[in-house]
């Protein structure tokens, strides 16, 4: 009888302890998918601020921005070729990177970009809608479609509600993962100025990525990230990611321009991150 009890208890605690490792395992399992989604999506976020640089750069250089002069010298690469075709409320701009360009910030694209105008890009109520063709960004290749809606609501003051749906980034290894998003936009810098290279925008609003085993982590962006033209990454701003149990904060920096951000994990020593 003495032996079935220990017995008993032998198995008890086995398991007790298999179950205890199996959530341990299971927990661990999930921060890390948590870290490596809030590392992919500050690859989302970069590459959007990319194409939105892209898009105002080329508005602003053939007298589709209504705002500005044009101007040869925006900051667009000389190896893309642009062609505008059509009339508002069906401007069509497209932007051909061919296979290989590469441009002053030393970011190579290839591939091509479209885009759709109703009006003035910065004009109140105008609609860009932009989709991609085998567009890329140093090898990281973007899908979907983004939207920007002119919300401004006088000449001192733009702002863009911008909503990305069907987002989806191939890595160069082969790897994807989905997003979508809601933000708005806020000119912060050089609205007055005739060259969009003192620009500037501040970034708010959430979002959702997701990866190809199907875990889904939620983002809301805390602190406003703070996009330069002048600066090839997010200098600024955090973005929080809900995981099961746990939270994830990525952390762009105080407005120093490098490729570098942080990710931790419930508030403990962060890590670092490229930004790709």
């Not at 179950?19 to 809030?38: P, V």
């Not at 990319?50 to 007298?63: E, K, P, R």
């Not at 085993?213 to 955090?238: F, M, P, W, Y």
């Amino acid at each position: 009888m003495m032996a079935k009890k220990l017995l008993f208890l032998i198995i008890t605690c086995l398991s007790i302890f298999t179950l205890m490792s199996c959530k341990k395992e299971s927990l661990k399992s999930e921060i890390e998918s948590t870290f490596d989604l809030a590392s992919k999506n500050a690859t989302n976020e970069l590459m959007t601020e990319d194409v939105n640089n892209i898009l105002m750069a080329t508005t602003d250089s053939f007298n589709l921005s209504g705002a500005r002069v044009p101007n040869a010298e925006m900051g667009l690469p000389a190896c893309a070729t642009i062609t505008v075709t059509g009339s508002f409320p069906n401007k069509h701009i497209t932007i051909d990177f061919h296979d290989s360009c590469v441009g002053s910030d030393n970011v190579t694209r290839s591939g091509i970009i479209h885009v759709v105008l109703t009006n003035y890009i910065r004009t109140a109520g105008s609609v860009a809608t932009v989709t991609f063709e085998n567009y890329k960004r140093n090898g990281y290749q973007k899908e979907g479609t983004v939207t920007w809606t002119n919300t401004s609501n006088s000449p001192s003051a733009k702002s863009w509600h911008r909503v990305v749906v069907n987002g989806k980034i191939t890595a160069p290894d082969g790897r994807y993962w989905l997003h979508e998003s809601d933000k708005t936009l806020t000119q912060v810098a050089g609205i007055t100025t005739q060259n969009n290279s003192d620009d500037a925008y501040s970034i708010s609003g959430s979002g959702s990525v997701t990866n190809e085993e199907g875990k889904t982590r939620t983002a809301e962006i805390i602190t406003a990230l703070h996009k330069q033209v002048s600066c090839s990454n997010i200098d600024e701003g955090s973005i929080k990611f809900q995981g099961p149990n746990h939270y994830a904060l990525i952390d762009f920096g105080n407005g120093y321009c490098d490729n570098i951000a942080t990710v931790s994990i419930d508030g403990y020593t962060p890590r670092t991150i490229t930004l790709r």
